[in-house]
């Protein structure tokens, strides 16, 4: 009875949602997409650095490996 309720006042009036704000992804302007996108690789590679940073240079991971570990 929970489960049902969950998906009948929950999920469906979020997908109902989610329909509508799909449509307006026509109208999105894809320059500030793409600057969107550079800008927020840029703050997670800061982000990156300064733990890094932060970090003692002798347990310290590869920018890679630490990149990944902060994108999760």
Known sequence: MVAIAA??????PFLVH?????SLLGQVSWQLLVAAVVLESA??????????????SSTRLSFGTQWRIDLV
């Open 43 to 56: 703050s997670r590679a800061a982000y990156t650095q300064l733990t890094q940073t932060l970090i003692g």
């Open 7 to 12: 998906v009948e006042y929950g999920v469906i």
């Open 18 to 22: 989610a329909r509508t704000e799909l």
